[in-house]
């Protein structure tokens, strides 16, 4: 079992930057793959961003590409996902998720894990 807790997030600016946090508890962290979703209000739940075991194979939505950044830590158990050039269309629950099968997926379903998500909002 692992579990998710997401944090960051909060009210800022557009143009502005944020720093979102999920620590995940369990040993095999290291070996998960790890997304970044994100929930607006009245909408499904996208795809943000998603890293390997390893670190070294991300991907990103097209919506991001050039303003997310996905890191982690496995000695901290964290992945982290950087944010920059905010703007309002980010206003979203971002929710981090674990994928044991240590593939890098897009599709929520895929994911065995997930935290209780960060607000996150952008205003303009």
């Known amino acids: 079992q692992v579990q998710l807790v997401e944090s960051g997030g909060g009210l800022e600016q557009a143009g502005g930057s944020l720093r979102l946090s999920c620590a995940a508890s369990g040993r095999v962290f290291s070996t998960y793959t790890m997304g970044w979703f994100r929930q607006a209000p009245g909408k499904e739940r996208e795809f943000v961003a998603a890293i390997d075991w390893t670190g070294r194979i991300t991907r990103y939505a097209d919506s991001v590409k050039g303003r997310f950044t996905v890191s982690r830590d496995n000695a901290k158990s964290t992945v982290y996902l950087q944010i920059i050039s905010l703007k309002p269309e980010d206003t979203a629950v971002y929710y981090c998720?674990?994928?044991?099968?240590?593939?890098?997926?897009?599709?929520?379903?895929?994911?065995?894990?997930w935290g209780q998500g960060t607000q996150v909002t952008v205003s303009s």
């Open positions: 998720a674990a994928e044991k099968d240590g593939l890098v997926r897009i599709t929520s379903s895929r994911y065995d894990y």
